[in-house]
């Protein structure tokens, strides 16, 4: 995890670009191992832990009638939520996290099931579907792994 952060806050620095999370499953994780890296001020914004379903349409503005037909572990809710945190602290990139870390399924979305995503530019936001596997704190800091690589990615790493 410190390795993909430091990478990633590289990347970030000298572009002068700036990034915000949304995170649901990983609880802050994501956000923890961007602001572990010394000189992540330069690029960190702010992020937001949105665990309980309101909140990800309250405080980042996903579609209501979305989280009610698809429920919090979705692609299109992954998309919203980065969108959502990149509009709310006015950030370059918005990176999101939302899955089902276990122990038990999550309205019928099995133990692994996870979405990330990232909004940059003018293009629509991307969400990538995770199968992982492992117990819960496993599934948590793979899914950091991956949130903060698909990061990395939008700075060309």
């Not at 496993?138 to 950091?144: D, Y």
């Amino acid at each position: 995890m410190a390795a993909a952060a430091r990478a990633l806050v590289a990347a970030a620095t000298p572009l002068g670009r700036s990034i915000a999370v949304a995170e649901s499953l990983t609880g802050g994780l994501v956000a923890a191992a961007i602001t572990s890296v010394p000189g992540a001020s330069a690029v960190f914004r702010g992020s937001v832990t949105a665990y309980a379903t309101d909140a990800k349409a309250s405080v980042l503005g996903v579609d209501p009638d979305l989280l009610a037909r698809a429920g919090a572990v979705d692609a299109e809710v992954a998309r919203q939520l980065a969108a959502g945190v990149r509009r709310l602290f006015g950030a370059d990139v918005g990176l999101a996290t939302t899955g089902v870390a276990g122990p038990t399924e999550q309205d019928g979305k099995p133990v692994g099931l996870v979405y990330i995503a990232c909004a940059s530019g003018d293009s629509a936001p991307a969400a990538v579907e995770l199968r992982l596997r492992g117990d819960r704190e496993a599934i948590r800091a793979q899914t950091v792994e991956r949130t903060l690589s698909l990061g990395l990615s939008t700075f060309g790493g």
